[in-house]
């Protein structure tokens, strides 16, 4: 996630920061790729999936390989991305093993997955089935990277959520299998709200009048990231009432004034004093939650399990407050998806393990989506069969992923709209810059980009 090259249709944000290790502090190893695809929907630093991005500092190259021992038929290799949710590697290793129509080795990619993926995806040693941030980028599918998943879907692409079906489709054909949704939520402390006497706010006003009567010199009231934006780009995008396109796709669908009075609205709000400016993790991790360093964090789904370890009953879960005249409640959401290699030495057999594991074995995605922390399968009929969704904020946040999720990102984003979207917020946030006028640059980047990939 922030802080190393992602995907370059993926964003990045600033780097972990230490500030303090409290008492009894609730600890969690998250890597930076894992929730990159939800950071700003899309919006790249980079100009291209097939770039490779910057400098890379993390591990790229190691990993550890399970091969499925006493199965039959092709040699299949199958890519990883690093979770950070224990017991998630040995897993995905089971599954593998217990498929008996080809030999499936797992390869667990520590440090920049992205980056490793991309450079792996422009040689002849390709992965025959890996995941990607939400699905391929649209620069991989018009490269013929990524093979047509379309009929081993088939019938079963109703029972999937229909927007990563969306996500992942170009042109009437589906290039990726959602595997399990991510979303971020707006986690609150109870007891700190109500010793205040305030409600859990449903507006953009009344979460900066919350967190500025309950933050203290030890405390603050909101943290969404250590760099000061992390995911807000996006989230006050949707929470503005405003989607990345307009209707007919043919150009930016958020040039308007709702969006510009949402950033100028979030500048204000940080120069207040009720942001937290930085916490001992960034947002995508619990920890400043539940060591009490904030009462209010945007954080993702992912940490709720070891938030309740920590807090019990004393926290509770809401979307993004909505902001200005047309907003609307709003959490984003996104998956990895499972992809087939176009140039693999197995596609077919690959194709059927994909269907196998992503379709078929709806078990195994139980597990997965809720046995590793706290996440919603992608197939919505498969969620009254994870315990940790049927009751308490599990299930208030598949209630909110149900009414006010907003997809994190469209097939058609790429990453040179990404790129000029990423400056623009900064520079307004960051810079106070007008934004109408850097926005108008985006608009024209956006329209282009647009013409250039419907051909």
């Not at 937290?276 to 619990?286: E, P, R």
Request: aromatic share 10%.
């Amino acid at each position: 996630l922030p802080g190393r090259s992602p995907r370059a249709d993926v964003p990045a944000t600033a780097a972990d920061c230490s500030k303090r290790q409290l008492a009894g502090a609730y600890t969690q190893r998250r890597n930076f790729s894992r929730r990159n695809f939800l950071t700003i929907a899309g919006a790249a630093v980079a100009t291209g999936a097939l770039a490779a991005c910057g400098s890379n500092k993390g591990a790229v190259g190691s990993s550890s390989s399970s091969s499925a021992v006493g199965s039959t038929g092709p040699a299949l290799t199958q890519w990883y991305h690093e979770y950070g949710e224990a017991g998630t590697q040995d897993a995905v290793k089971k599954y593998a093993a217990a498929y008996d129509k080809a030999k499936v080795t797992v390869k667990w990619n520590a440090g920049d997955y992205a980056k490793l993926l991309n450079a792996a995806l422009l040689t002849t040693e390709v992965p025959d089935v890996f995941e990607s941030e939400m699905g391929p980028s649209i620069d991989m599918i018009q490269a013929g990277q990524v093979g047509d998943l379309t009929d081993v879907i088939g019938d079963a692409k109703s029972r999937f959520n229909p927007a990563l079906i969306d996500r992942m489709t170009f042109k009437d054909k589906i290039y990726g299998i959602p595997q399990v949704v991510d979303m971020h939520l707006l986690y609150y402390r109870k007891s700190i709200l109500e010793k205040a006497g305030v409600q859990p706010p449903k507006t953009f006003d009344e979460l900066v009048a919350v967190a500025n009567k309950v933050k203290t010199k030890d405390m603050g009231g909101l943290f969404v990231g250590n760099d000061g934006i992390g995911p807000m780009a996006s989230v006050l995008l949707a929470a503005s009432g405003n989607d990345w396109f307009d209707a007919a796709k043919a150009g930016a669908g958020f040039l308007n004034e709702d969006f510009y009075k949402a950033l100028i609205a979030f500048r204000d709000f940080s120069a207040s004093g009720g942001l937290l400016a930085s916490a001992s993790k960034d947002w995508y991790d619990g920890s400043p939650f539940a060591n009490g360093e904030t009462a209010m964090q945007w954080g993702g789904l992912w940490s709720m399990t070891d938030i309740q370890k920590a807090l019990g009953d004393d926290f509770g879960v809401l979307p993004f407050p909505s902001i200005g005249a047309k907003g609307k409640q709003s959490t984003l959401f996104g998956t990895f998806g499972a992809c087939v290699a176009a140039k693999g030495k197995n596609v077919d057999a690959a194709k059927q393990y994909a269907k196998w594991l992503w379709v078929d074995q709806t078990e195994s995605q139980i597990d997965f989506a809720n046995a590793y922390g706290t996440h919603v399968p992608a197939q919505p009929e498969l969620v009254a069969k994870c315990s940790k969704l049927v009751s308490g904020p599990g299930a208030d946040a598949a209630k909110i992923l149900a009414d006010f999720g907003h997809p994190a990102s469209d097939i058609l984003w790429s990453g040179a709209m990404g790129a000029a979207y990423t400056a623009a917020v900064s520079n307004v946030l960051k810079k106070k810059a007008e934004p109408a006028k850097e926005f108008a640059t985006v608009g024209t980047t956006i329209a282009s980009e647009l013409k250039r990939i419907k051909g």
